[in-house]
Every structure is written in structure tokens, then in C-alpha cells.
């Protein structure tokens, strides 16, 4: 029984290499990229500014130009659906050729091009065959790492099974290890490509673009690393946060990523060079660094790094609006400097500890020690604001909040005449001016308001 699902466009980088004791205990010392690319009649079809062939064709050879001059690398082109137009009830499944066979250098990577920008789509989707033969395209090698990296917008057409195809491989001692990168892939799916690997998605051309430098950038790097970020229980629960990669030694910034747990619930695996010392900074308010990172080459590697976060809940009483024009300054206990500045009926996640609050009010509300706990929230209220309206002449004016009987100063106001509107915090005020015209003491006017949350008191002077 033939199955179909409709992806607009599939990636898949597989990992494979012929056992060898005598390799494994040597390690790879040069890395071979077979790219196998669709050409089947679906990859015409439409996508966003252009066709999925041309955008395809284009990001490629792109990519392509990036990995022209790198040593100890050697490129290969196999297309599939290219040669055979597809005809009612006819479609040839033995429609997948190697192009250009293995090998290194600039002219070889050129050559790839121009096969590249000569395609034109015609026929079917034969992943299974293609992949079995893509086993064959590898000349023996003791030192080798072998990469396939396959791009197409289906799965397989041919009533074949590639989940069978990667079994019988790995019977022969050829291991794949493979990412799946879908355009619109129905996740429903998902569970029957979990025995060839694991999926990337890619929703826009720009993050087609970012998914094929990210999928190279494994193949390069045999030296894999996850990244967890620690809660207060030790656990690597903590993500969604971004993280910028730095050489250690000239504090070159060498990758930002998004942090992510996988499908899998466990932080997602990125490849580094083994041969740098790294400083990772993540951006969590306040950031967490930690510097002098050693790999191991050629293996799974673990970086730790303590990141435990809860959540602080500002919000204005009786209003859910985001344009409320209040901010809060947040600052680590008993700092001067500013850490972040959290907009009002926000929420926003810091690192577990105290924190002392100022609310950019009129008057000012500050709240100190407020504490934040692992993955809870921690809300703070504070009341509505009322609105003073003042019709004034020319002359100095000022606004006091009243507390047990004193003065507290809360702002200046323009000495030029004009209506004048101020949102205050609910209380007692009072208002004192007095006129440019007066050169008296004694001139001085004082009124005194109310102000209640939501409603508006005007004054005349």
C-alpha cells in the first residue's frame, strides 16, 4: 500500500560510516558530503516569492560557495526524479543517478553547481533506492566520516519503506543517523520517520536558509555538544532562552542560538569545533556565563550551566491592557544598577533570587525584597492611576503627595501656562503655584485633591 505525505520541503542529513575498529580508535580525518537532490515534477510547485526548485537551487549553491577553500573535505551530487517525466500510471522508481561523483577541491564543488543549475524537475520521489545506492557512492576509507544530506519535498513515492532501507544498512555496517528538516510537515507523521531520525522544520525561505547552514555545520563538526540549563533541583529543565557562543581566546562571537528542548524532552544537540576554548553566555536576566569550555573532540559532549528561573507578574489593578506607558525598574538586591525594565501587565522570567522594584509612577512605588522561586510567579499590583487636569497661567508650579501631615515632593510642572494633564497613584495631593505676575509670598495658592483610580479632578489656576 502506497503512502504519501505532503511536506514542502524535506531535509534529510544523514551520518553513516562502515565499521571499523581500526577507524574508530583513529578517528575520522577527512569528511565526505554526498548531497542528494530532488528532482522530481512536485518540486516546481510554489513557494513563497518563487518555486521550491528555484529556492532550493539557489540556497544550495549558496551554501556551496561557503565550503569552497575548507580543507579535508570532499563533495559529491546525487539527484533523483531528474531524468524520466512522470506519465499517467507510470513512474519510473529507478530514477536516481550519482552526478558527480566524491571528491575535493573548488572546481569539483563548481561542477556541482552547474549539475545544480541545470536541473530541471520532471519525474518521482524514489528517497528509499536513492538512499541504498547513496551507500555504494562512498569509495572504502579507514578515516573517513560519511554524511548524506538530502533534500526534497516528499517522502517516499515508490512503495518502498526507507525505515527498511536504513535497517538492511545498518546490517551491513553502515549507520545512519539522520535529521528530517520539514516545510509544512503534518507532525501527525512524525512517528513514521522516528526510525531514520530526528526532524527540523522550516516554515519561511529564511529559516530555509538557516535550517541548510545549521545541517553543514553538523556535517563539518564531528564534535557534538548539549547544553543543559540547570533548575534549582539540578535538572535541565530551563529553555527558550538564547545563547551566544564566543571564542574564549579572542571573544569572537561564533554561534547564537535559541536554546530548545527537542521532541525527545531533552536539550537539543549543536556540533563545535573541538579546537577552540568557548565562553557560552546565556541570556537570561541576569545572564549566566560560563567561560573556559574544553571539548572533548569527536564525541558527545555536556556543558552544564545553572539557570534556574521564575516568572515576575507586574500587572495594574483593573486593567489588562499592554499600553499602559508604566514601567518598572528591576534591580538585583541592594544593586544601583539596572538590570531590566519590565513593562506593566508583563511578564518576564529572571533568575531565581531578590530583587528590588521601582515603579515608574507618580509618585514612585518602590518595593523591595521581592522574591523569585523556581518555576512560580511572583505578581505584584499595584492601583490604577487617576488623572489630574490643570488649567494654569504662567508661574511656578509643583505637585506634593500628603502622608501623615507632610509634603512629599512628586514633580515639578512648566512654568508656562497651558492645560496640563498627570496620571497619579491614587491619594491625597497638594497642588502649589503661584502667578509670574506676583512677586509676593503670600501670592502662593495651594489647593489640594484627591485622586482615585480611573477618575479624573481638574484644578484651575
Known sequence: MKTYIKISVLFILSFFAMSSLH????????????F?????????????????????????????????GIENIELGLRMYGHQTRIIPGHQDCSDTKLEVPLASGDANITR????????????TTPIARSLEYAAEDFPDCDNCRNVIILISDGIEACDEDPCAVSRALREKGIKLQPFIIG?????????????????MSAETEDSFQSVLNFVVSQALNNT?????LLDTQGKAKETDVTMSIYNQKNGKLMHTYMHTINRKQVPDTISLNPLYTYKVVVHTTPEQIKENI????????????????????????????KFTNINCIVRQQGELNTLNVQAMNYDHKYIVGTYDLEFLTLPRIYINDVKINQSKSSSITIPENGTLEMSKGEGPCAIFSIKNGENNWVCNISEEAGNLAYKLQPGKYRIIFRSENSMNTAHTINKEIKISPNLTERITF
Open 112 to 123: 556541482i553547481q552547474s549539475k545544480i543549475r541545470g536541473l530541471q524537475p520532471k519525474g
Open 23 to 34: 577507524a574508530q580508535e583513529k578517528g575520522p580525518t577527512k569528511t565526505r558530503i554526498l
Open 224 to 228: 557534538t555538544v548539549q547544553i543543559n
Open 36 to 68: 542528494i537532490f530532488d528532482g522530481s515534477n512536485s518540486m516546481n510547485a510554489q513557494w513563497e516569492k518563487g518555486t521550491k526548485i528555484k529556492i532550493a537551487k539557489r540556497l544550495l549553491t549558496k551554501t556551496l560557495d561557503s565550503l569552497k
Open 183 to 199: 516545510l509544512g510537515l503534518d507532525t501527525s507523521y512524525l512517528s513514521q520517520f522516528e526510525c531514520i531520525g530526528e526532524f
Open 294 to 321: 574544553k571539548l572533548v573532540s569527536g564525541v558527545h559532549n555536556t556543558i552544564e550551566i545553572d539557570a534556574p528561573q521564575g516568572t515576575l507578574s507586574l500587572r495594574i489593578q483593573g486593567s489588562d491592557s
